[in-house]
């Protein structure tokens, strides 16, 4: 099994930073492409950023020259660095990860998610 845990969710004044954190952990072979969603009520889940296992990056238009992700792969785990933080960005923010995973001597490769953290930007 895998499982993906985030952590760095808070409370933030418009124009403040967060730094979200997602760790995966379990029988784990590879982690191919990351990446971090949000989804507010009401609304579908949207991309925010993206990033592949080689390191390349892709952004929503929103949040692109504010928001920064960045991965550590010895330590299996996403990063989502945000500046300048607006009202609009409120939002449960999950992150997700394709892992290769081994168990009974079978490999797959599934997308996982994780459990999502609240981010509240007060205008």
């Known amino acids: 099994q895998v499982q993906l845990v985030e952590s760095g969710g808070g409370l933030v004044e418009a124009g403040g930073s967060l730094r979200l954190s997602c760790a995966a952990s379990?029988?784990?072979?590879?982690?191919?492409?990351m990446g971090w969603y949000r989804q507010t009520p009401g609304k579908t889940r949207e991309l925010v950023a993206g990033?592949?296992?080689?390191?390349?990056?892709n952004y929503a238009d929103s949040v692109k020259g504010r928001f920064t992700i960045s991965r550590d792969n010895t330590k299996n785990t996403v990063y989502l660095q945000m500046n300048s933080l607006k009202a609009e960005d409120t939002a449960v923010y999950y992150c997700?990860?394709?892992?290769?995973?081994?168990?009974?001597?079978?490999?797959?490769?599934?997308?996982?998610w994780g459990q999502g953290t609240q981010v509240t930007v007060s205008s």
């Open positions: 990033i592949t296992s080689g390191g390349s990056t």
């Open positions: 997700n990860a394709d892992v290769e995973s081994y168990s009974g001597g079978i490999y797959r490769t599934n997308p996982y």
């Open positions: 379990g029988t784990i072979v590879r982690i191919y492409a």
